[in-house]
């Protein structure tokens, strides 16, 4: 267990919805990283949020978006479903601005657009 | 930005064997990771390496940061490390762009 939670493990949903996924970093840590996983495109790093704010922006679509709590819980909103939007969303904590150290993620949530 | 690459993509192997995975890099760096995939799924970090080598059980992972090339090593290779294997990079500075992945490798270990 890497003590990083995301929600739901699962999601179907049809082209045009909007979701979104939750992931509630492991205690203590500052830092939520969201990252994409299709099968084409491999792993790809989307947004960093540190203590509230965004910190630094990947290949994040403007259809995406994603906001951290005071609570440090963060959000990814994903608006204007497409077919390709349908992938493994990973998130990932660390204490600090950067990854050091060991990397703890989540379990993912595996969305599906049909 | 950095490219990754990772080989060989697919690497099917019988159990006992010893397996090298490797992965190159195009832009200098502050640390690599390389981490394990299961069918499932979830993601789990094996090592992050800055400089030499490091071990845990039957996997050692080195780093050469002049050749800018990494490689993964398993030892008495086993059935249940049969997984996807991916590098990533986290570039000098930080990387305002997060980590930059390899496309991964595809391990079966047949018994």
């Known amino acids: 267990d890497s003590g990083v939670t995301q929600t739901p493990k699962h999601l179907i949903t049809a082209t045009g919805q909007r979701v979104t996924l939750r992931c509630s970093p492991r205690?203590?840590?500052?830092?939520v990283y969201w990252y994409q996983q299709s099968l084409d495109q491999g792993l790809q790093f989307l947004i960093q949020?540190?203590?509230?704010?965004?910190?630094a922006k990947g290949n994040i679509l403007e259809r995406f978006s994603a906001q951290q709590f005071p609570d440090l819980h963060s959000e990814l909103n994903l608006s204007s479903l497409e077919l390709g939007d349908s992938a493994l969303y990973f998130c990932?904590?660390?204490?600090?601005?950067?990854?050091?150290?060991?990397?703890?993620f989540g379990e993912g949530s595996r969305l599906t657009v049909l | 930005k950095n490219e990754v690459e990772q080989s060989p993509q697919n690497l099917t192997a019988q159990e006992g064997e010893f397996i090298t995975i490797n992965c190159s890099y195009s832009?200098?760096?502050?640390?690599l990771h390389w981490l394990q995939q299961h069918p499932g799924g979830g993601i789990v970090s094996l090592f992050m390496?800055?400089?030499g080598k490091k071990k845990h059980g039957r996997l050692i992972a080195t780093i050469n940061i002049q050749e800018k090339h990494s490689s993964l090593h398993i030892t008495a290779s086993h059935p249940r490390d049969s997984a996807v294997y991916i590098c990533?990079?986290?570039?000098?500075?930080?990387?305002?762009?997060?980590?930059?992945f390899g496309k991964g490798t595809h391990l079966i270990i047949q018994p």
């Open positions: 949020y540190y203590n509230g704010e965004e910190r």
């Open positions: 205690s203590g840590d500052l830092s």
């Open positions: 990932a904590s660390s204490p600090g601005t950067v990854h050091t150290g060991e990397l703890f």
């Open positions: 832009v200098g760096i502050s640390a």
């Open positions: 390496l800055s400089s």
């Open positions: 990533a990079v986290l570039e000098v500075g930080g990387g305002a762009d997060g980590l930059t």
